[in-house]
């Protein structure tokens, strides 16, 4: 996925619970002629971090990052969070604030021009995760490596086709049975796909393209800025554990004038979005489709996901992923399992099945 070439430095992370697989990535990477540099966490120490250190220090850039951006030329990630609400009573503006100085280092990242593999992608077999899902843990490892590994030529073919059709398009209409109905543009915009595969040309466009999310199969871009309006509604969704019901997002010339919800997690999600002070976290931004044909979630589901062939993700705040310029240190997006997309009046979606 990655491409990993002789010579080349690959920075390798995860929890040290996967400690066999973060090994076993080192290895491939050396077998390729790369230099693999492991950096574990645990969620432990993730927690002594922030609660244990005052906040006098939360808006330092770390200069170790800042380095590795002139040392690195690949970064995989594992994503597999087991504790869902790590950090629950953290204080809003602190997090706010070390988001900040996170994106000073992930911008040195992406100027330059890292390539980087997340494997995960919101599908990580983890318990709660599957419980979310519906599923039992099993079955949820099965559906993550299923889709991990989907034909992959069939797939970069798709999505080549769906970035065509978008790359031409200019108006798209979003609507869902839960009260989402919602009109923006896409035209110019760039259109940019996780397909599995970071290629040569993806390694000439820069940007976006240099990432790919495991299981892959989405194709993304952005939206014009001050397009957007209307109404985007989430059914269910959690923050740090705890639900959050009937969140209804009201934007109006891209922007977010109004949000409202219940549940025992809506304050708390609200409070992390107040918190956050600079500009661009109320811009609507992201629309993504999924295109993997191996991943599909129950009925019963109670939260969505990236990829399963069909699914829709709008977004705002940050949309860099998606090929855009927001980078905002905050972002919000909302999976619609069952959606409507129309692009220039024609059916792209209907309720949930991807149309050729």
């Known amino acids: 996925s990655a491409g990993v070439k002789e010579g080349e430095v690959v920075m390798i992370s995860g929890l040290s619970s996967d400690a066999e697989l973060l090994e076993a990535l080192a290895v491939a990477v050396r077998k390729q002629g790369g230099h693999p540099m492991l950096m574990y966490a645990s969620e432990r120490l993730s927690k002594r971090l922030f609660f244990d250190v005052p906040a006098k220090f939360d808006s330092q850039v770390d200069p170790a990052g800042l380095a590795m951006a002139k040392v690195a030329q ?9 504790t869902v609400n790590l950090f629950e009573g953290a204080d809003p ?39 979310r899902f519906g599923l039992d843990q099993a079955a949820l490892a099965k559906m993550f490596w299923d889709g991990v590994n989907v034909d992959y030529t069939q797939l970069q073919q798709q999505a080549d086709a769906m970035r065509t059709k978008l790359s031409s398009a200019r108006d798209v209409h979003v609507t869902h049975p ?48 001050g397009s957007a309006n209307g109404k ?24 977010l004038v109004s949000m ?25 931004g992201a629309f993504d489709l999924g295109i993997n044909p191996n991943i599909k979630l129950p ?15 709008l977004g705002f705040g940050n949309d860099q992923w998606a090929g855009g310029t927001n980078n905002a240190p905050y972002a919000q997006d909302v999976h619609l399992a069952g959606a409507t997309v129309t692009v220039d009046g024609a059916t792209l979606v209907d309720k949930g099945e991807l149309k050729p």
Not at 98 to 117: D, H, L, N, P, T
Not at 189 to 211: H, N, W
Not at 271 to 279: F, K, L, N, R, S
Not at 299 to 307: F, I, M, R, S, Y
């Open 299 to 313: 009925a019963e589901a109670k939260v969505g996901n990236w990829v399963p062939a069909g699914m829709v993700t």
């Open 74 to 82: 690949v970064m995989i990630n594992v994503g597999n969070a087991q």
């Open 232 to 255: 985007l509604v989430q059914a269910t969704n959690f923050y740090r554990d705890k639900p959050v019901d009937n969140l209804v997002m009201e934007f109006k010339d891209g922007k």
């Open 93 to 131: 503006a602190r997090m706010a604030a070390r988001g900040q100085a996170g994106m000073k280092v992930a911008e040195a990242f992406r100027a330059a021009g890292i390539r980087s593999v997340e494997i995960g992608n919101g599908l990580y077999p983890t318990s709660w995760r599957a419980e």
């Open 260 to 284: 409202t919800g219940s549940g025992a997690g809506f304050a708390d999600l609200k409070a992390e979005y107040d918190a956050i002070t600079v500009p661009g976290k109320d811009e609507f």
């Open 178 to 225: 839960n009260g989402t109905d919602i009109k923006f543009s896409i035209a110019g915009r760039k259109v940019v796909s996780s397909d599995g595969l970071i290629s040569d040309a993806d390694r000439k466009a820069g940007g976006a393209a240099l990432a790919v999310y495991l299981p892959a199969g989405e194709v993304m871009t952005s939206a014009v800025r």
